[in-house]
C-alpha cells in the first residue's frame, strides 16, 4: 500500500503536541492515533484531512493508526458503508492493516462501565420524554431543570437499567443520564444521555442489545479500551471534550487519552453533510454516492481525482485551531499539478464540426508522430496520428463573425491543425436552418509536421480528430453541483446547479481508447479527462471530466462556462476579482493592464491577472526585472496569486526581487515546480533569499544517479502491478513511474536522469 512521501511536513500544534508527550515519556512514548466514522454514509474530501492527519501523525513517530468504526446507531448503519470506508482508507494511501475495530466490539465492556457509574451515585435512569429533557435543559441565561427521577436510589436504577438492556420497556420510554450539573454552562454536562432503547437489528449484533449507547458515551470508552493516546477530532466536538474527560475520569480510567480539536476541511461551492449527501443520493439528484459531481472519496474517485492531490491539499491546507474556508480553486490548482505529470495528451473533439481540405492528395493519409507528454516534462512516449482529407475541429473554435483578437478559425482566416498542418477557411456551409455544417478549407502542404517555412506564421493553433480514425465516445462535463459559493439554505436542493453534467458525443484519436491505454488524459486544449472505471467495467468508454485547463467558472457566469474558459492559453487569476472569461475591465485596471502589454510584451491574457490588483502589478515588474518577463507572469498568476489569497496574505509580504530570482532558478532547472513552491512558502512565511533557502533546505533537483536510483527502487519496489503492465507492454506507464519518483524525492530528482533509470531498471 502506497504513504504519502516523507518530505519535511510543515509544523503545526498538534505535532508539536505529540513530540512534546514523547519527549517527556508519556503513555510510555507510545502514540496511538484513530481515525473513528460512523458507518452511516461514504466518506467525503473532509474525512481526506483528518484520515491523513491521524495516520500521517501515528507514522510520523513511529506509532499506530486505528480506524474504529463507531457503530452505536443501528437504524442508520451497514455493512455497505463499512467496507466503503476501509477501501477508500486504503485508496487514499493508508493501511490500518490489523487495527480495524468497532465500538460494537466493546458493547459488554461499556456497559459495565454504565453500571460502574450507577452504582457511584453519577448515573440514573430517566423517564422523561426526548421533548421533556430539551424543555428542563434551560437556556444560556437559565440553568436546566432536574429531572424528578435525577434521585432514583442506586437499586432501582440498577434494576430498571437491567430491564432496558433485557427489552422490557418500550422504546422512547427511558434512558441513562449522567448526573453531572443542571446548572453548568456548557450544556453537554447537563446530564447528557447515556443509553437509549432501541429495539432494532444491529448489521454486527444482530439482534442481541436492545439498547446501544450515546456517541459520546461509546467514543471516549472506545479509546480508552484501545490504549488511544492522542484522540483527534474536529472543532464542532471542543465541547464534548468535558464530558469526554468527565466519563473517563468517573470511570477511573488511568492515564486516559487526551481529546484535541482542529479546524475541518470547508471548501467554497462544496456540500458538506452526510445528512445532505443521503438525501441527494435517496432522492435521485445524483446518480449515487459515486456520482462524480458528489464530493466524496468515491464521486471524487470516479471523476478521476488522484489520492496524491487529496493527500497534498490535506498537508497544504495546514493544521489550525480555527474554522476557515478554503478555495475549491486551491484544490483545483493542486489537481492540475498533479494530472499534469501523469496525463498523457491526447486529441479531443467535444463539439464536431467538420472541415473537408479540398486540395488534400486523393486517397493520401499521413501519419504524425506527436508526444505524449511536453517536451518540459521530460516523459516518454508517442502516439500516431493520420491526417486525411477531412477531420472535425471544435465548432467553439469557428466564428463567422469572430471578435476582436480572435486567433482561431474564421472565414479567410488560418489556424494551425495542431501537430499538423495550416488550414485556411474558404467556405461555409451551413444546413437550412442556418447552422454551420461543415468547413470547406485550403490545406498548407508546406507546413504539414508542424514545419514553418520562413515568413509562414499563424497565430492560432486548434485541436482536431480525423475523420477516417477518430473514434466517437461519450463524454460527461461535470461542473459544480450547487451554483452558491456558500451553502446555507435550510433548503439546499434550491441551491443545486440545474447544469452541473452536461454529456456529449465527443470524437477522440485511436490512442485514447487502445487496449492498455492510460485512464487519465489531457484532452489538449480542453482540460483532464478519466475512463469511467464503473462504465469500462461494463465493456463501454466514457471519459468524466476531472477538470478544467484552468479556473474558469464564476458565480456570474452560466453554468458550464468552464469548458469554454479553459480554451484560453493562460489562467486570469486576481486576488481581488473572481477569475472569469473575457470579463470587462475597470479604466484603472485596463490602464495597468495596457501598460504591462506595453513595457513587457505581454499577451492581454497573461497580463490581466495581473493588472487586477495594483500591488500584484508592482510585484510583478519587480520580479520581471531578474526574469524572463512571460515566466514571472505565468508563476505569478499560477502559483502567486493562490498562495497569497489562501493565506489572506497581502503582496508586499514578499519581496519582488527575491520572487525574481526564484523563477531564474526554475528556468535554469536548478529548482523543479515542487522546490518552488516550497521556496515560495519561506518567503513568504520569514522572508530571506531564495538562494540561500535551496541550500538550507536542501531543495536542488538531485542528478546523482546513485541517490535517484534509491528513489527508482523504492518506487518500482512499491508498485509490482505496475511494472508488470509496463513489462506486459503498457509502455506509457513510463510517465507513472517517473512521477512517482518525482513525488518520493519531493520533486528533487532531476526527471531526465529518473527517466532513464528507470527505462533501465524496468528493461
Known amino acids: 500500500m502506497a504513504t504519502p512521501p516523507e518530505s519535511s511536513p510543515p509544523p503545526h500544534f498538534l505535532r508539536a503536541i505529540v513530540a512534546a508527550d514523547q519527549a517527556r515519556g508519556a503513555y510510555g512514548g507510545r502514540v496511538v492515533t484513530r481515525f473513528p466514522p460512523e458507518p452511516n454514509g461514504y466518506l467525503h474530501i473532509g474525512h481526506a484531512k483528518s484520515i491523513c492527519l491521524n495516520f500521517g501523525l501515528a507514522a510520523e513517530f513511529g506509532g499506530v493508526c486505528h480506524l474504529r468504526y463507531d457503530d452505536t446507531n443501528p437504524s442508520t448503519e451497514s455493512v455497505e458503508y463499512v467496507n466503503a470506508i476501509l477501501e477508500y482508507v486504503n485508496w487514499l494511501g493508508f493501511d490500518p492493516k490489523d487495527k480495524v475495530f468497532f465500538a460494537s466490539d466493546y458493547f459488554g465492556k461499556i456497559y459495565e462501565y454504565a453500571v460502574h457509574l450507577v452504582k457511584k451515585g453519577k448515573a440514573y435512569v430517566c423517564d422523561l420524554s426526548d421533548e421533556q429533557i430539551r424543555e428542563t435543559r434551560g437556556s444560556t441565561t437559565e440553568p436546566g431543570r432536574p429531572s424528578p427521577f435525577r434521585d432514583r436510589s442506586v437499586e432501582e436504577n440498577l434494576r430498571l437499567l437491567e430491564g432496558m438492556k433485557n427489552g422490557e420497556f418500550a422504546e422512547g420510554s427511558r434512558v441513562l443520564r449522567a448526573k453531572i450539573d443542571m446548572a453548568n454552562p456548557n450544556f453537554k454536562m447537563r446530564d447528557p444521555l447515556l443509553y437509549r432503547i432501541r429495539f432494532a437489528h444491529h448489521y454486527r449484533t444482530g439482534n442481541t442489545w436492545k439498547i446501544y449507547p450515546f456517541y459520546d458515551f461509546a467514543h471516549c470508552l472506545s479509546d480508552a479500551i484501545e490504549g488511544i493516546t492522542h484522540s483527534i477530532c474536529t472543532l464542532e466536538f471542543e465541547n464534548n471534550r468535558e464530558l469526554y474527560d468527565w466519563i473517563l475520569a468517573e470511570c477511573d480510567l488511568r492515564e486516559p487519552p487526551h481529546q484535541y480539536e482542529f479546524a475541518r476541511l470547508n471548501l467554497t461551492w462544496t456540500v458538506m453533510s452526510k445528512r445532505r449527501f443521503l438525501k441527494l443520493v435517496n432522492d435521485g439528484h445524483v446518480a449515487g454516492w459515486d456520482d462524480p459531481r458528489m464530493p466524496t472519496l468515491a464521486g471524487l474517485r470516479r471523476r478521476g481525482v488522484t489520492p496524491e492531490s487529496l493527500r497534498t491539499l490535506a498537508e497544504r491546507v495546514g493544521v489550525a485551531k480555527a474554522n476557515s474556508v478554503v ?10 499539478d498533479d494530472l499534469n505529470s501523469r496525463a498523457p495528451r491526447g486529441l479531443a473533439v467535444l463539439r464536431p464540426l467538420k472541415v ?15 508526444p505524449l507528454f511536453p517536451a518540459e516534462l521530460a516523459l516518454p512516449g508517442t502516439r500516431s496520428l493520420t491526417l ?29 491543425l495542431r501537430h499538423g498542418c495550416v488550414i485556411r477557411c474558404d467556405d461555409v ?13 485550403t490545406a498548407d502542404l508546406d507546413t504539414l509536421g508542424g514545419r514553418a517555412p520562413v515568413g509562414r506564421k499563424v497565430k492560432g493553433v486548434v485541436h482536431w480528430v480525423d475523420a477516417t480514425t477518430a473514434v466517437p465516445v461519450e463524454v460527461r462535463l ?5 451554483n452558491v459559493e456558500k451553502p446555507t439554505a435550510d433548503d439546499f436542493l434550491s441551491e443545486l446547479n440545474p447544469k452541473s453534467l452536461e454529456t456529449l458525443t465527443a470524437l477522440v484519436e485511436p490512442a485514447i481508447v487502445a487496449p492498455g491505454a492510460a485512464t487519465h488524459w489531457q484532452f489538449e486544449r480542453t482540460g483532464y479527462f478519466f475512463r469511467d472505471p464503473v462504465d469500462a467495467a461494463m465493456g463501454k468508454t466514457a471519459f468524466n471530466r476531472t477538470v478544467t485547463l484552468r479556473e474558469g467558472w464564476t458565480a456570474d457566469a452560466p453554468a458550464g462556462a468552464g469548458a469554454d474558459a479553459a480554451i484560453a492559453p493562460t489562467p486570469t487569476v486576481a486576488i481581488t476579482e473572481k477569475p472569469g472569461a473575457a470579463k470587462a475591465l475597470s479604466p484603472e485596471v485596463a490602464a495597468r493592464r495596457d501598460a ?128 508488470a503492465r509496463y513489462r506486459a507492454g503498457q509502455a506509457t506507464l513510463l510517465g507513472f513511474f517517473v512521477g512517482k519518483v518525482l513525488k518520493l524525492s519531493g520533486g528533487k530528482a532531476d526527471a531526465a536522469v529518473a527517466q532513464a533509470l528507470v527505462a533501465e531498471a524496468l528493461s
Request: glycine share 8%; proline share 6%.
Open 388 to 416: 486525411s482529407g477531412s477531420c472535425f475541429i471544435d465548432a467553439s473554435d469557428f466564428a463567422e463573425a469572430p471578435p476582436k483578437g480572435w486567433h482561431r478559425l474564421a472565414p479567410s482566416g488560418e489556424v494551425r
Open 327 to 336: 478555495e475549491v480553486e486551491f484544490f483545483e490548482n493542486i489537481l492540475r
Open 356 to 370: 473537408t481540405l479540398t486540395n488534400w492528395p486523393a486517397g493520401r493519409v499521413d501519419t504524425i508522430d506527436a
Open 429 to 441: 456551409i451551413k444546413n437550412s436552418e442556418g447552422v454551420v455544417t461543415e468547413l470547406r478549407c
Open 478 to 482: 461535470y461542473d459544480r453541483l450547487v
Open 596 to 723: 504591462l502589454v506595453a513595457r513587457w510584451a505581454l499577451p492581454d491574457a497573461a497580463a490581466r491577472p495581473l493588472a487586477a490588483d495594483p500591488e500584484v502589478t508592482t510585484l510583478f515588474e519587480v520580479a520581471a526585472a531578474n526574469a524572463t518577463p512571460a515566466a514571472v507572469a505565468s508563476f505569478v498568476a499560477n502559483v502567486v496569486v493562490g498562495e497569497l489569497r489562501s493565506a489572506n496574505r497581502a503582496p508586499p509580504s514578499l519581496d519582488g526581487a527575491a520572487l525574481g530570482r526564484l523563477v531564474a532558478l526554475t528556468e535554469a532547472g536548478t529548482l523543479g515546480a515542487a522546490q518552488a513552491r516550497r521556496v515560495l512558502a519561506v518567503l513568504l512565511a520569514e522572508g530571506g533569499h531564495p538562494d540561500a533557502i535551496v541550500a538550507r533546505e536542501g531543495l536542488a533537483k538531485v542528478s546523482d544517479p546513485a541517490q535517484v536510483r534509491a528513489w527508482v527502487s523504492a518506487v518500482i519496489e512499491a508498485n509490482p502491478g505496475e511494472v
